[in-house]
């Protein structure tokens, strides 16, 4: 079991920037393809960002790319994703989520089904 236990988020004015942490715990010596995800009211859960098993590779969401940047450590302990020019569409609940078993080292996971651990999430909340 891997428990994720996102931080960083909270409000902040158009323009602004944040950076979310997601601390993981539990089989941290196992490697994991991770995903930034994110739902607004009403809205179902959408992918922000994926970044494949090997760290190597990474897809953004059209509506985040050239702003948001995943990052992570070298030792797969924590992701981070910083957010840069934000904007009231990006007020959300913003979730990490890590899939363990993998088609190859380089495939991009960007289905909500697809992962098999979540963290609770954190509220950003952009204001105009």
């Known amino acids: 079991q891997v428990q994720l236990v996102e931080s960083g988020g909270g409000p902040v004015q158009a323009g602004g920037s944040l950076r979310l942490a997601c601390a993981a715990s539990?089989?941290?010596?196992?490697?994991?393809?991770m995903g930034w995800f994110r739902q607004a009211p009403g809205k179902e859960r959408e992918f922000v960002v994926v970044?494949?098993?090997?760290?190597?590779?990474?897809f953004y969401a059209e509506s985040v790319k050239g702003r948001f940047t995943i990052s992570r450590d070298n030792l797969w302990n924590a992701v981070y994703l910083q957010m840069n020019s934000l904007i009231p569409e990006d007020t959300a609940v913003y979730y990490c989520?890590?899939?363990?078993?993998?088609?190859?080292?380089?495939?991009?996971?960007?289905?909500?089904?697809?992962?098999?651990?979540w963290g609770q999430g954190t509220q950003v909340t952009v204001s105009s």
């Open positions: 989520a890590a899939k363990g078993t993998v088609l190859s080292e380089s495939h991009l996971y960007t289905g909500v089904n697809e992962y098999d651990y």
């Open positions: 539990g089989r941290t010596g196992s490697t994991y393809a």
């Open positions: 970044m494949s098993w090997n760290g190597r590779n990474t």
